[in-house]
């Protein structure tokens, strides 16, 4: 489950625009979701307050052998209004899994030009020290900037820090990432481009886009090089989304590969139902001739769906007194599916966007719709043996979440690692 701060970051985001599913650095973020998600290692409390809808802060308590924790300030110039405390935030906004992709047009210049969000964190007793700025420099560029600093090293050995700037583009066809981290003086180039009608400009078609069929192919590349140490690094990936033309289900498919060290590693994710979904991934490396396949999957417990809204009355008495467009917009939403002025189906949606078009509509929408109050999650591998669950729901008002990972193939050896996290925000 997100830390507080972590899901106002993502709050920031969207509030602002800002499409994170459109960098590189997220193409492979379903099936990692679904694959390998954090287990608690500890017991920790954290205790998060908005005082305004600019600023907010954060403590927590954790119990490693020691008494430990942290204490967090977060500061926008931007208000947060989909930001909510723990009673009522949904538990998907959470639970990072199953990624619905989104595009997003043209932004407005006055809108979110100067955008700014202030974070920093602090850890006791080691006195490890973090912060990061986040600033929207033009409609689709912002510029990021992370450090640590680690004034107190336990063995004697110095404390130091680093610095990473990211210099980020966004649009709706690609975006690109410059990085420079002190660390090694380590210089990076990301990019990613989207193909096919899945994705289309217009500032008046925002939030979740159709293709003509409904789906997307996105592919990118990451560059790496420090100077320091003189080491490459490279990757490429491929992402494909796609709904099912029966249920309307979302699937999504990803290649990536890294050559210099010789990984290939395959990816198929598919939400079967409303409240469940299914992921496999095949690994293979090769030089080494090693491979591996690993099976994850979620289940969402729902509490209730929100009542659909109500649909036109084809026999009201005002009908006959609409005009013949509006008409046919009053057929479509009954049916399920707009027309154009010849009759043709799905007009508003794409030239051949018929049912499968609304069958995904609906899926989505009802997704949207729905409350959840727990996850399970499971995920294994059959090279290591490994088996890591996790559950995650809401308890009156506390969001908690418990794990475990243990190992199938070593049976001398006990839990490998088991938590509990408790969350409350007001």
């Known amino acids: 489950m997100l830390g507080y701060m972590e899901y106002l970051q993502d709050c920031f985001y969207t509030s602002t625009g800002w499409n994170t599913d459109n960098n590189y650095d997220n193409i492979l973020a379903t099936s990692r979701n679904l694959l390998a998600f954090p287990i ?35 500061s926008t110039t931007t208000p947060l209004a989909n930001a909510m405390a723990s009673r009522s935030v949904p538990l998907q906004s959470m639970v990072s899994g199953y990624r619905i992709l989104e595009t997003f047009g043209p932004r407005l210049p006055t809108q979110f030009v100067g955008a700014t969000l202030l974070y920093g964190r602090i850890y006791f007793p080691s006195q490890f020290l973090e912060g990061m700025v986040i600033k929207r420099v033009s409609p689709n560029t912002q510029f990021i900037l992370k450090c640590i600093s680690t004034p107190k090293v336990t063995g004697g050995v110095k404390g130091g820090g680093a610095m990473t700037f990211y210099w980020q583009t966004n ?82 498919m990803t290649l990536s590969c890294n050559p210099l060290l010789g990984s290939f590693s395959s990816t198929y994710s598919v939400r079967t139902g409303i409240g469940s979904t299914f992921c496999s991934k095949y690994d293979l490396n090769v030089y080494s001739s090693e491979s591996d396949l690993s099976f994850g999957y979620e289940f969402w417990r729902s509490i209730a769906t929100r009542p659909p809204k109500e649909q036109p009355k084809l026999d009201a008495p005002a009908f006959n007194k609409l005009n013949e467009e509006e008409q046919m917009r009053v057929v479509g939403e009954f049916i ?7 009759g043709n189906p799905g007009a508003a949606w794409g030239s051949r966007g018929t049912a499968p078009f609304h069958t995904a509509r609906k899926f989505v929408s009802n997704l949207r719709e729905t409350d959840f109050s727990s996850v399970l999650k499971a995920s294994t591998s059959i090279q290591t043996g490994k088996l890591s669950v996790s559950f995650s ?26 938590g509990v996290q408790i969350q409350y925000s007001s």
């Open 171 to 252: 649009k709706a066809k690609s975006s690109r990432e410059f990085i420079f981290s002190t660390s090694e003086a380590l210089l990076g180039f990301r990019c990613l481009y989207n193909i096919g009608k899945g994705f289309r400009d217009g500032p008046s078609r925002r939030g979740k886009i159709f293709g003509s069929d409904g789906s997307s192919l996105s592919i990118g590349t990451e560059l790496w090089y420090g100077a320091l140490s003189m080491s490459p690094g490279l990757s490429t990936a491929l992402r494909y989304s796609t709904y099912s033309s029966s249920t309307g289900a979302p699937m999504t």
């Open 336 to 342: 399920g599916a707009q027309q154009d002025k010849f």
């Open 40 to 74: 608690p290692r500890n017991f920790r409390f954290e205790l998060s307050s908005r005082s305004s809808e600019f600023t907010n802060s954060s403590v927590s308590l954790t119990n490693t052998g020691i008494l430990g924790g942290s204490l967090s300030y977060l």
């Open 393 to 418: 729901g809401k308890i009156k008002d506390f969001l908690v979440t418990t794990g475990a990972s243990v190992n199938l193939y070593d049976t001398s050896s006990t839990v490998k690692a088991y």
